[in-house]
């Protein structure tokens, strides 16, 4: 018998369009675990872990590179607790992460059984439905949106090998607008009302999932108004938009002063900024009005307006309707003296060359066209959108923005790699990926895979380093003195040490390479406070 409802529930998650299942076994979900690997597909779908968090964040790189839902199968007991923080992640990001987990009979709960644990719930409100199910007892996918986690609870009694294995059928061509679920209010009234009520506006443009920017790009021409583009939008090197870039988002409140530039608005589009000045706006320009516009529920600021839409459509029809224009006085001043604060910025990158943030420089400059880039949090992620090169190379960018967790991003960035993009880069920091030593597991089942992984060796979480002063904030940065060399060695990675960007420039990537950075502290601390 649970082998049939085994079955069952696979059949349906297939239906729903789930696309790979990561296996991290145990007895209990083992006819979960025989059923999976008895379904007939000409494509591998079916990949084992060991270690349930990782398996998580692997399967959010995963859904971000597929743009499908991908599932992780658990046993039972704090196996499933593991899988929490990718969970949180998921929902803050949109994602549609299946979290199966297997349990002992409902009779066993609350009794101190062997690993009968308080599954059902465990989630809370990190997750669209729980279902806790028990042989015979049916649930129904379809009702659920696809940017949010599920949990599929599975109560297996003894014998757990009972019954008929009937390997369930594949379903190809399961199509669907994953990350537009929401009800289309095209509020596009509602932005016009705003836009007239500015006097003048900047743009925000932060994660994007857009399979196409042509509408987005149109859209943005149309309003005419300077944007601070983070890369995760992956427009930030758009070159047909650089009239409109604001470069030099470190000083903006300084230009819009010395320009008189007095901005009162300020339109965000896509995910939560990334940049400080997202929380100037919260903390100290709170009569700057901000509205949001996204395809998640979030507006990542309490007091914004916010529309949640399909983006595409959404600008699609804007550009249709004709959007209002604003006059947005003195501008021009403003575009002028972004561009001097940008340019002595670049003089920074020359005079402090071995500094964390000219390092960003240079290896942006490294990266061949075409790429898949995964940044990740801390400083990596605010160094790449301050000094990355400008110059339209086409990468494609992910990071994990929805709780800026520093945990499961080598698992992520190794999800989101891709075996047909010119490189695969991932760049971290080492308490990053420290935090993630089984992350590269599934490197040995992708064969074909390439990547290079960057860790940025600065001995510490440096980002405490100017936000907590003093010895108090130095015990918070867990300085260490530890090296990535035998880390890459375990993984069969080839290993460099990088001091200065000449070796960085010199050096050849064509195999699986681990690349650790050792940035000057000294210089990094000098570009920081110029
Ligand atoms: C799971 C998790 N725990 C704690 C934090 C708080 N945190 C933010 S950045 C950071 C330090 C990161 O250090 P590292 O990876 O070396 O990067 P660096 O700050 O040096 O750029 C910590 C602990 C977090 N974001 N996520």
Not at 37 to 44: A, E
Not at 177 to 194: A, E, M, R, S, V
Not at 315 to 336: A, G, M, P, R
Not at 514 to 530: K, S, V
Request: aromatic residues 12%; glycine residues 6%; proline residues 4%.
């Amino acid at each position: 018998m649970n082998r049939e409802f085994s079955s069952r529930i696979i059949s349906k998650l297939l239906a729903w369009g789930v696309a790979e299942f990561y296996v991290c076994a145990g007895a209990r979900n083992f006819p979960l675990v025989e059923t999976l690997l008895n379904i007939k597909s000409d494509k591998k779908i079916i990949f084992n872990h060991f270690e349930e968090r990782s398996a998580a964040f692997y399967a959010l790189g995963r859904i971000k590179s597929l743009k499908k839902p991908v599932a992780v199968l658990t046993t039972s007991g704090t196996a499933v607790g593991e899988l929490l923080p990718a969970v949180m992640e998921s929902y803050y990001s949109g994602l549609p992460l299946v979290c199966i987990t297997a349990d002992r009979p409902r009779s066993h709960r609350g009794t101190g059984a062997p690993q009968a644990a308080e599954q059902n719930g465990i989630f809370g409100s990190y997750v669209s439905a729980c279902f806790d199910l028990e042989i015979g007892e049916d649930f129904e996918l379809p009702l659920y949106n696809y940017s949010q986690p599920i949990h599929i609870n599975v109560c297996f009694d003894e014998p757990l090998r009972s019954g008929v294995l009937n390997p369930p059928r594949l379903f190809c061509n399961v199509k669907r607008d994953l990350f537009c679920q929401y009800d289309y209010k095209f509020d596009l009234k509602k932005l016009n009302l705003f836009i007239n009520k500015s006097k003048s506006l900047i743009i925000i443009l932060s994660h994007l999932k857009l399979k196409k920017n042509g509408t987005l790009i149109t859209f943005l021409k149309a309003l005419d108004c300077p944007v601070y583009f983070e890369s995760t939008s992956n427009l930030r090197e758009c070159t047909q938009l650089n009239h409109l870039k604001i470069y030099s988002a470190d000083n903006i409140w300084k230009n819009r002063k010395t320009s008189s530039f007095n901005f009162d608005s300020v339109l965000k589009i896509g995910g939560t900024p990334t940049h400080r000045l997202w929380r100037d706006l919260d903390e100290k320009y709170k009569d700057i009005k901000v509205f949001s516009l996204n395809e998640h529920i979030f507006s990542g600021l309490p007091r914004a307006e916010h529309i949640t839409t399909n983006l595409s459509v959404f600008f699609d029809l804007s550009i249709k309707e004709k959007l209002k224009k604003i006059t947005n006085k003195n501008v021009n001043k403003f575009y002028i003296n972004d561009k001097k604060t940008f340019e002595n910025q670049k003089e920074l990158i020359k005079k402090f060359p071995n500094s964390e943030q000219a390092f960003f420089y240079y290896l942006s400059a490294k990266i061949k066209n075409k790429s898949r880039v995964f940044i990740s949090n801390s400083m990596p992620i605010r160094y790449w959108d301050l000094c990355a090169t400008y110059k339209q190379k086409n990468l494609y960018i992910e990071a994990s923005r929805g709780l800026n967790g520093i945990d499961g991003q080598i698992s992520t960035f190794l999800g989101f790699a891709c075996e047909f993009s010119a490189q695969n880069w991932g760049i971290f920091g080492d308490l990053t990926t420290l935090y993630d030593f089984a992350g590269l597991w599934m490197i040995k089942q992708r064969p074909k895979l390439r990547i290079n992984l960057v860790v940025i060796n600065n001995s510490g979480g440096k980002i405490f380093r100017k936000m907590l002063p003093g010895w108090e904030g130095e015990f918070c940065q867990n300085n260490h003195n530890l090296n990535f060399k035998n880390f890459a060695q375990m993984w069969d990675l080839k290993y460099v040490k990088i001091v200065s960007p000449n070796q960085l420039k010199r050096l050849k990537c064509h195999n699986n390479l681990l690349i650790e950075i050792i940035p000057d502290l000294e210089q990094t601390d000098n570009f920081g406070l110029e």
